[in-house]
């Protein structure tokens, strides 16, 4: 718990791959790759929003997707997760409505409301402003 671990390469040299490879999206041709996490969550650089869906319902999607209830404590993370990323006034616009950076933090935030185990993020803040602290 509390690591973490860059992939830094040129475009093109294979960072998504292995990324891909390491979660099970696509196959290993020769070698064994073994992930040892109990819920592992994937962060694709494409955008994976349901333009029609609302924010809130974007959110909740992975939930939705494996049939798990919707219990207080998710609506209360999930609320305090939109909070967090600065999306809690859009909560109830369509994802289409984000700006490009905004359906990013979405997405960012629907990956930690999972609470996984381990987390592979392909390129998470490659869209997001700049925020400079004083």
């Known amino acids: 718990m509390g690591h ?8 093109g040299c294979g960072k998504s791959t292995l990324l891909k490879l390491i979660f099970g999206i696509l196959p290993a041709t020769s070698g064994i790759v073994s992930l040892n996490a109990q819920q592992a969550v994937y962060l694709s650089q494409e955008e994976a929003s349901i333009p029609s ?21 998710i609506k209360t993370q ?25 359906r990013k933090r979405l997405e960012l935030a629907r990956t930690l409301l999972q609470d996984p185990d381990l987390l592979l993020m392909d390129e998470p803040f490659a869209l997001l402003d700049v925020f400079i602290c004083r």
């Open 78 to 102: 999930a609320t305090q997760i939109l909070r967090e990323v600065g999306l809690e006034a859009w909560t109830h616009h369509r994802a289409c409505e984000l700006s490009g950076g905004m």
């Open 4 to 11: 973490s671990l860059s992939i830094i390469g040129r475009s």
């Open 53 to 73: 869906d609302t924010v809130y319902s974007n959110l909740l999607l992975p939930f939705h997707l494996k049939g798990t209830p919707i219990s207080e404590s």
